[in-house]
């Protein structure tokens, strides 16, 4: 079992940053990453980060958005830039099967952990 929470998020207006964090109870060699979820909206896959450090990420967020992971590896980060308000949702970050890519992350969540969730607000 691992337990994962996240931190970080709040309210900005269009064009901020936010940076989440996500602390995990143990670190058994999985992939690692973030998704979001939206009221009335589908899961959302972000970025990944997989046991061989490996990133990938959703074209919604490339280059805006960077996946990094302390030297422990329990602990990911998620700094987001120039916020939009389409980015409103529920972020999460998630520990899932060894060689999952950001794509196919919010399809392996269910197989995997995952935290409760940081709420990020964007206004225009």
């Known amino acids: 079992q691992v337990s994962l929470v996240e931190s970080g998020g709040g309210s900005v207006q269009s064009g901020g940053s936010l940076r989440l964090t996500c602390v995990a109870s143990a670190y058994r060699g999985h992939s690692m990453g973030w998704y979001r979820q939206a009221p009335g909206k589908e899961r959302e896959g972000l970025a990944a980060?997989?046991?061989?450090?490996?990133?990938t990420y959703a074209d919604s967020v490339k280059g805006r958005f960077t996946i990094s992971q302390a030297d422990n590896k329990k602990t990911l980060y998620l700094q987001m830039n120039n916020l939009k308000p389409e980015d409103t949702a529920t972020y999460h970050c998630?520990?899932?099967?060894?060689?999952?890519?950001?794509?196919?992350?919010?399809?392996?969540?269910?197989?995997?952990?995952w935290g409760p969730g940081t709420q990020v607000t964007v206004s225009s």
């Open positions: 998630a520990a899932v099967t060894r060689g999952t890519t950001a794509e196919h992350l919010a399809a392996t969540v269910d197989y995997g952990y």
């Open positions: 980060i997989d046991e061989t450090g490996r990133i």
